[in-house]
């Protein structure tokens, strides 16, 4: 099967409020593949299951974060959004692929190893086999590129991985995909504990400045931040902390790490924190006045949801036809 154009795909759990580690890591590298790709970007809420879920919350983050990727700047008539579980093929690829995936490769993800120690009451199967379905993602679409953070190669990889295995027993099945991992901003870490990712399921709001955080928290923040005993801004080995501060200005003013050492060069840690919480609160402003627009109309929101998932099921649906046919299953 031709097809017109490259494919990106990428997928955001809705299991907590989004933060600037989403945007910088993911969402804000978006946009870019709109005019030379097919684009699909997904809100992946079965992925969310894997870790317990309030419904209402389930159900009102599915909205906000369809709703963040229209504010972040995807228009929706260049790129499909959609929710996974309005495609079941998803879950039905997820299933075969289970079957191509080894117990051996799950046993070693790094997110499955965290995850479980976090959630040591609740390992459940989801967990473990979660890549298999982030890979039925990627694969149903034909994608040639996936961005992600940093945290997320290793599920890529996997998906190839997979996808290769495939393709040996039954040539021609799958378009092997690439991860495309940002140049900065790809692992923004906590700010309660620099060494540590910074997670949208932290218990501790001051370690992440979520998207929807307003201006004084968003400082406040920023000004709580841990960093070491120096006080001068400089961008070296182990000050963990103040690396992450400088990344984050830095994605958001592209000024580079000499420049940022240069403008604040005399001035103390607490000027700099002021300035890094400024300059986010400046660049989510606007976010997050599109943001509260379109909330403000949940029609629309599920209007758009319905078009997506028409759109991504007739592709979904192409690959998994194709699949059935080579593994033996009678189509009827
Ligand atoms: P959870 O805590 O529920 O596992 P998460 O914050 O890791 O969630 P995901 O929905 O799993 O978020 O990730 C969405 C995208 O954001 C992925 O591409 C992921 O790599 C990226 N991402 C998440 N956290 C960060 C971070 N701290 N820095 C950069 N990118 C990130
Ligand atoms: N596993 C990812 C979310 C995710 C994803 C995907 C990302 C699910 N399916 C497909 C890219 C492509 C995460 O935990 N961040």
Known sequence: MQKEKPVSFSGIQP????????YLGAIRN????????????CVVDLHALTVRQVPAELRRRTYETLALYIA???DPEKNTLFVQSHVPAHSELAWILDCFTMFGELSRMTQFKEKS??????INAGLFTYPSLMAADILLYQTDVV????DQKQHVELCRD????FNNLYPDTFTIPEPIISQSGARIKSL???TRKMDKSDPNPNAVVYLLDDRDTIIRKFKRAVTDSETSVRYAPGKDGINNLMTIYSCFTGKDFAAIEAEFAGRGYSDFKLAVGEVTADALAPVQAEFRRLMADKTYIEDLMRKGAREAAICAARTLTKV???LGLVLI
């Open 15 to 22: 299991s907590g409020n989004l933060t600037i580690g989403n």
């Open 30 to 41: 978006f946009p870019a593949y709109s005019e030379n790709y097919k684009c699909f970007y």
């Open 72 to 74: 972040c700047g995807l």
């Open 117 to 122: 120690a976090k959630h040591a009451d609740n």
């Open 147 to 150: 961005p992600v953070g940093d």
């Open 162 to 165: 997979v996808a290769q295995r």
């Open 192 to 194: 309660a504990e620099p």
């Open 324 to 326: 059935k046919k080579k």
